[in-house]
């Protein structure tokens, strides 16, 4: 079981950004994929990015590519989101997920593959 915390977001400026870090504890952080992924209420949870265990591959989804950038620090068991050229359309709470099964280089965008999940952290873009 590892243990996640979000944080970074806050409330932003259309065109403006933010950097969203999400640090673990518990296992080995390094043998997991991660992702991050938003929800706003009334809808499902989102892909947004994911990065393989070892930093080598990254996946976004259409919307966020070419604005946000994932990355990790596995020396610091963290993971971060940087995002960019922010829209009132990228509001809503984020979460940073673990992948379920160790190793993996095929990066997944389903949230029902991602074991572990944070509390999540508020991300608001006012236009």
């Known amino acids: 079981q590892v243990q996640l915390v979000e944080s970074g977001g806050g409330l932003v400026q259309a065109g403006g950004s933010l950097r969203l870090s999400c640090t673990a504890s518990?296992?080995?952080?390094?043998?997991?994929?991660m992702g991050w992924f938003r929800q706003v209420p009334g809808k499902e949870r989102e892909f947004v990015a994911a990065?393989?265990?070892?930093?080598?591959?990254?996946d976004y989804a259409n919307s966020v590519k070419g604005r946000f950038t994932i990355s990790r620090d596995n020396a610091k068991n963290a993971v971060y989101l940087e995002m960019n050229s922010l829209k009132s359309e990228d509001t809503a709470v984020y979460y940073c997920?673990?992948?379920?099964?160790?190793?993996?280089?095929?990066?997944?965008?389903?949230?029902?593959?991602?074991?572990?999940w944070g509390q999540g952290t508020q991300v608001t873009v006012s236009s």
């Open positions: 990065v393989t265990y070892n930093g080598e591959n990254t």
């Open positions: 997920a673990s992948d379920r099964i160790p190793g993996r280089t095929v990066l997944v965008t389903v949230p029902g593959l991602y074991g572990s």
């Open positions: 518990g296992r080995t952080f390094s043998n997991y994929a």
